[in-house]
């Protein structure tokens, strides 16, 4: 019987190597702050990046993040809107001008996530 920690290697010209394998891992949607949140992680926190991926965790981790910064950036693009006054009544009299506001709140908003959830 084997137990989870246990190492197995195996013997190549007389060396042995250890037998190492990463566990599968559900497949999750790729989407942008999953794969800014990866790059992060790949170049400015190598420890973490490397404890998930070699727990497993790493996709679950990815994809909660991606979840988590989609739904801040939805939220806080609507309250900026609101604080705004950018409301339908815009939409309806000046389209174009309504679209110019609610893209700069969506830029901002992203701004904030970015740096506060994928950058942390």
């Not at 609507?78 to 309504?98: S, V």
């Amino acid at each position: 019987m084997k137990h989870q920690n246990e190492i197995t290697y195996t013997e190549r010209d007389g060396i042995f190597y250890p037998d190492l394998s990463i566990p599968e891992q559900t497949d999750y949607h790729i989407g942008k702050y999953r794969q800014m949140r990866l790059d992060f992680l790949k170049k400015h926190r190598r420890g973490t990046y490397t404890t998930l991926l070699t727990e497993g965790r790493l996709l679950a981790h990815l994809s909660a993040i991606d979840q988590e910064a989609r739904l801040q950036v939805e939220f806080l693009t609507e309250a900026l809107a609101k604080q705004r006054g950018i409301d339908e009544n815009l939409k309806a009299t000046d389209q174009l001008h309504w679209v110019q506001e609610m893209n700069n709140c969506k830029a901002q908003a992203e701004e904030i996530v970015i740096r506060e959830v994928v950058y942390q």
